[in-house]
């Protein structure tokens, strides 16, 4: 069982175990077709050494079974390939399995619009903590790091508190660098926005959300239909929340674009009062969404 996983998991790491397993089961696809006339086998030696770094790298002592890594997907597309330099975008996803079922929930399913870095081909990709040994890596620890904190966080309160806390190192080391999709207050859809959104103590109610949500929503719906929704009810309060404080928070966008489509199926059971409360408290937020608002307020399955 998963929850059981992540206990397990808390209580080696506060033991300091120095033996650790990988975290990760993470897809990894370079998409060139927006690049002409370049040399192409550089993009399949970059997906090799990015698949390489992200499912043989310990980015902590965390302990999990190789059947329960946490599943993820990064995607790029590439827009730009000029001398050693790349630029595009990068479509980052995570799920969780869901309690007693066979449904695996979306955690994260963000576009990283400001991804540049440098890689010439056959370039070893180097870990370290504490250090930035480049662009490219910087990044992929930020969103390995980001896919542990949420994922920590459905499972128990605050669970992904030191994975957030590294985050943090990676943004202040790669503010430092100067390189783009890093700078406080440079969008508010950038990676320090991103990492912003989870510790501001203004929006941070985005992971109570997190951890309520699933743990005490999704993973009880197979036991208690009724419960489980009346607890996922309770969390769109915190969008609200989040909105009312902070209206252009990546928060919203992020939970939109994992959640929204979820909450049409979620709802479809659901008394017309709830699918009715649901749908004002969502509509205020996404007053653009209203064709899958209107789903779950008339109680249709997607």
Not at 29 to 37: A, P
Not at 82 to 94: A, E, H, K, P, R
Request: net charge negative.
């Amino acid at each position: 069982m998963h929850a059981i996983r992540h206990i397990i998991v808390a209580l080696l790491t506060l033991c300091s175990l120095s033996i650790a397993a990988q975290e990760l089961n993470c897809t990894v696809e370079i998409n060139s077709d927006q690049v002409q006339g370049t040399n192409k086998s550089v993009f399949t030696t970059l997906q090799g050494a990015i698949n390489d770094y992200m499912n043989t790298t310990k980015f902590s002592q965390a302990q999990i079974a190789a059947n329960e890594k946490i599943e993820c997907k990064l995607f790029f597309t590439v827009k730009e390939h000029d001398d050693n330099t790349i630029v595009g975008d990068l479509q980052v996803q995570s799920t969780r399995p869901v309690y007693n079922s066979t449904y695996n929930t979306t955690l994260i399913n963000f576009k990283d619009t400001k991804v540049e870095f440098t890689y010439q081909e056959n370039e070893p990709l180097i870990f370290s903590e504490n250090s930035m040994e480049s662009n490219l890596t910087a990044i992929l620890n930020f969103y390995a790091y980001l896919i542990l904190a949420i994922d920590f966080d459905t499972f128990s309160p605050k669970g992904g508190q030191q994975f957030y806390e590294r985050a943090e190192n990676v943004v202040q080391m790669a503010q430092s660098s100067g390189e783009s999709g890093w700078k406080a207050f440079e969008d508010n859809k950038n990676r320090s926005s991103v990492l912003s959104a989870y510790i501001d103590p203004k929006t941070s109610v985005i992971r109570d959300l997190l951890y309520k949500y699933h743990r005490t929503g999704l993973d009880e719906m197979f036991l208690s239909p009724d419960k489980g929704r009346a607890a996922i009810t309770s969390t769109i309060d915190y969008i609200k929340k989040i909105y009312d404080v902070a209206p252009m928070s990546v928060a919203l966008s992020m939970f939109k674009d994992a959640k929204l489509d979820e909450l049409v199926n979620v709802y479809s059971k659901a008394s017309s009062t709830e699918r009715e409360k649901v749908y004002e408290l969502l509509y205020a937020v996404y007053p653009t969404e209203t064709d899958r608002l209107d789903k779950i307020k008339k109680g249709q399955i997607k």
